[in-house]
């Protein structure tokens, strides 16, 4: 656990550390958001680069907080539950980090439509895609709990349904996470938010509905 929580730290705390050594070689006006067209909506100081890193640092702290508190809910000396809270954060700092990396290649390049020099929903779902995988991996060893995993009230009817559930749905996760990745590089384009985004939607209503067979078939 101890490794984990240290790679957690290093990756929830990089993109600020980043921001800081690049700050000197960014432009004193920089483009601050960007609209679904990929285009400039508005210019900003370049202050406003280390708005994300402070809410990156604020949503690890809350994982680490859920991961505590998974900890408790497990029983004896066990910690697998608290292990996948950290690895899933793991995962989404994963995410930050390269959305770092792409918004100071944006700032520092000055870059007027975004979709032009690098698509950014296309990295975004593949990096999602990615981690998903990681998740789906790690799924199955959750317990029983009030927190995390694929929880509906079939799942937590009983300690075998809830295996069943989380073991199907960290199958799931990981062919989802598998189709986003590979399909955001090589196939999905200009359609790749709104089909990442039924993928997704499949895979919940999916894993939901195995939930309610694996809570009625015991």
């Known amino acids: 656990m101890k490794k984990y929580k240290t790679a957690f730290f290093v990756m929830m705390f990089s993109p600020l550390v980043l921001l800081v050594l690049a700050f000197g070689f960014l432009p004193e006006r920089i483009p601050a958001h960007y609209g679904f067209d ?51 954060g793991i995962a989404s700092m994963f995410v930050f980090n390269a959305l770092t990396l792409s918004s100071l290649y944006a700032a520092y390049r000055q870059v007027d439509n975004l979709y032009a020099e690098v698509d950014l929903i296309r990295i975004m779902f593949t990096l999602v895609g990615l981690s998903l995988v990681i998740v789906g991996n790690v799924m199955p060893k959750l317990k029983r709990n009030s927190l995390m995993g694929l929880r509906t009230k079939w799942s937590l009817s009983s300690d075998e349904a809830w295996r069943k559930s989380q073991r199907f749905g960290g199958i799931t996760l990981a062919v989802t996470g598998i189709l986003l990745a590979v399909g955001n590089v090589f196939l999905y384009s200009s359609w790749s938010l709104g089909l990442s985004t039924i993928l997704i939607i499949i895979s919940v209503i999916v894993s939901v509905i195995y939930s309610y067979r694996a809570a009625h078939t015991l």
Request: aromatic share 12%.
């Open 38 to 88: 990929g285009a400039v909506t508005r210019y900003g100081s370049r202050l406003e680069v280390f708005i994300a890193p402070v809410l990156y640092i604020g949503f690890g702290l809350f994982m680490l907080s859920m991961a505590k508190f998974a900890r408790k809910q497990e029983s004896g000396d066990s910690s697998d539950n608290e292990q996948v809270v950290v690895i899933a």
